[in-house]
């Protein structure tokens, strides 16, 4: 990007920003969150602060079962505790969800056996009539 600014005869800022308003500044971090808040707002989707983005994108990663370590890179933190702190919270989510087909699971197999126990009875009951 340098590089190009430099072919049009132009330097770069000497504060190295690489996105400013149309005069050069600073953006403002209350100009970037109004904006965000009006594309949420267009697309029709809840509102949600610009950073909170980011855990939404880590939360996606630990779903689709990046490993940490990428993750870490695409999220740029510079510590792996950082990046582990989201994926264990987007694994509670699983943990409740494996719980819950873990508890069908284990009624489905309660009821078969209570079935099972109950047919065998009236058979019992059956014999003996005979």
């Known amino acids: 990007m340098?590089?190009?600014?430099?072919?049009?005869?132009?330097?770069?800022?000497?504060?190295?920003?690489?996105?400013t308003t149309r005069s050069g500044r600073a953006i403002?971090?209350?100009?970037?969150?109004r904006r965000f808040d009006a594309r949420c707002a267009k697309a029709g989707v809840r509102r949600i602060r610009v950073h909170d983005t980011?855990?939404?994108?880590?939360?996606?990663?630990?779903?689709?079962?990046?490993?940490?370590?990428?993750?870490?890179?695409?999220?740029?933190?510079?510590?792996?505790?950082?990046?582990m702190e989201i994926y264990t919270m987007a694994k509670a989510a699983s943990v409740l969800w494996s719980r819950e087909h873990m508890l069908?699971?284990?009624?489905?197999?309660h009821t078969r056996a209570t079935i099972d126990r109950l047919v065998a009875a009236l058979a019992h009951i059956a014999k003996m009539k005979r």
């Open 28 to 33: 403002e971090p209350r100009a970037v969150s």
């Open 54 to 83: 980011r855990r939404t994108c880590g939360s996606l990663l630990a779903a689709l079962d990046v490993h940490p370590r990428v993750a870490m890179q695409i999220l740029r933190h510079s510590k792996i505790a950082i990046t």
């Open 2 to 19: 340098r590089a190009r600014l430099e072919q049009t005869g132009r330097t770069w800022p000497p504060d190295g920003l690489v996105f």
């Open 104 to 109: 069908m699971a284990v009624t489905e197999l």
